[in-house]
């Protein structure tokens, strides 16, 4: 069992093709997969449909894959951050399907689960229920969600061992653990990969299982709105 | 401001709405006024979600102490507390969508007198997304309004039916907005306050809904 890779370019050998499926782990720009990004745009794949939360910011995150034009199709909650996201989806170069955030994340959990769909109450008499199945369960109006499963999943993660055991950071964990567990492959970028039996097993996050393949780097980590309170206001 | 606004200002009506807070609670807070509503809690025992993975958030951290892995859901740095856990999203909506969150205080574009919400979307304006709006309001226990009573323009934001697309059908318990509080009840609206300084007629006249007694 190898799954440590040298970098980030290594690690999506022979894993990328035009027109594949992508869920990616993160929030805003918080624990997102900046390495991963990287050598996607590098590697000039096309015609992707992402699932993720959000598509970066202009120029960072996702946002990279949208200024080279890669990405067809978002699947996303919130995509507000994005000037030129707004760009090419008003244009018609970009499609976009909305999800509600907590669906996204029950789509990928459930995805990975081997769960094919599930009735939520989330977005009943909303548009996001047109066209969809709609089932009452003691008295109360669902509708059906899918499940995803990804050809790839790009997460980051705090530490990792090398057999895949992953610990996150604070709210760095948010999609990560669905986005994982929704890939058919799984390829995850870390801060530190630390020697085996070194993690607490009682307090591993997501399980190597879910892991195919590791990387560690450095990561610039930015912030999308740094907020501050004054000293005095003790 | 062209026109001073009547009745209550932001902080007042965070501070109306912190009152529907008690002891114990597990509460959402949107972004906006609601947001103020943290400062008004005082000596209660609040748990505050953020949906992005996280119970138990904290104030902004101090410059200089600023943790890009720490923030909230409106993207903003915070900080934790003794009683702080961290989950996945996954698991934070979960606990939204199975009800074990009581209150979500949120803004809003419009209301209607039967309790449906639009606050993610405008037709044909940039349209951002609605994140974890439409899971928030249909799962959390008891969805509390916070916005002013009328638009830029001097119109009702509240409304016999929905103009906007719905964000959640029949969803909201409570309005909190500068000229007073109102209630969703059977029929239409509930009057149950009105802020300093305001009378009944108008509030009548500010809304352009049902108002039964």
């Known amino acids: ?234 | 401001m062209a026109e001073e606004m009547k009745g209550w200002d932001r902080d007042q009506m965070a501070a109306r709405a912190a009152e529907e807070l008690e002891d114990g609670m597990y509460v959402n807070l949107g972004i906006g006024i609601p947001t103020l509503v943290a400062n008004y809690v005082g000596d209660k025992d609040i748990t505050l979600q953020s949906e992005n993975g996280m119970l138990g958030m904290g104030p902004f951290p101090y410059e200089g102490e600023e943790d890009p892995d720490l923030i909230n859901a409106g993207k903003q740095t915070i900080t934790e507390l003794a009683r702080t856990s961290y989950f996945d999203s996954a698991t934070s909506f979960g606990m939204i969508r199975g009800g074990k969150i009581a209150a979500a205080i949120l803004g809003a574009m419009e209301v209607a007198e039967n309790g449906d919400l639009a606050n993610w979307m405008i037709p044909g304006k940039l349209v951002k997304g609605m994140g974890g709006a439409m899971d928030l309001v249909a799962g959390v226990k008891r969805v509390i309004v916070v916005m002013d009573h009328t638009n830029k323009a001097g119109e009702s934001k509240i409304l016999t039916e929905c103009t906007l697309p719905l964000t959640g059908k029949g969803v909201v318990d409570r309005i909190i907005t500068n000229l007073g509080v109102l209630d969703v009840v059977p029929g239409g609206l509930k009057i149950v306050e009105l802020a300093e300084g305001v009378t009944e007629d108008e509030l009548r006249e500010a809304t352009r809904a049902t108002i039964v007694d």
């Open chain 1, 1 to 234: 069992m190898k799954k440590v890779y040298a970098n980030a370019t290594e690690a999506l050998d022979g894993l990328l093709h035009d027109g594949m499926f992508i869920s990616a782990g993160g929030f805003g720009l918080c624990g997102i997969p900046e390495l991963l990004i990287d050598a996607i745009v590098d590697s000039g794949v096309k015609d992707l449909t992402i699932a993720s939360n959000n598509c970066g910011v202009d120029g960072f995150g996702l946002g990279k894959l949208l200024d080279t034009k890669q990405i067809r199709k978002m699947i996303s909650s919130y995509v507000g951050e994005n000037a030129e996201f707004m760009r090419q989806y008003l244009s018609g170069e970009l499609e976009l399907e909305f999800n509600p955030q907590g669906t996204l994340a029950e789509r990928m959990r459930a995805g990975g689960s081997g769960i094919a769909g599930f009735y939520t109450k989330t977005g009943v008499g909303t548009v996001i229920a047109e066209g969809k199945d709609v089932k009452v369960f003691d008295g109360e109006e669902y509708i059906l969600e899918r499940g995803i499963v990804a050809d790839l999943a790009i997460v980051k993660a705090w530490k990792a061992d090398d057999t895949g055991n992953l610990v996150f950071r604070k709210t760095a964990r948010n999609f990560n653990p669905p986005a994982a567990m929704s890939g058919k492959i799984c390829v995850v970028e870390v801060e530190e990969i630390v020697e085996r039996g070194s993690l607490d097993p009682d307090n591993i996050h997501l399980p190597g299982i879910y892991v195919h393949r590791i990387i560690q780097g450095e990561h610039e980590k930015r912030i999308e709105k740094v907020t501050t309170r004054k000293r005095e206001e003790v």
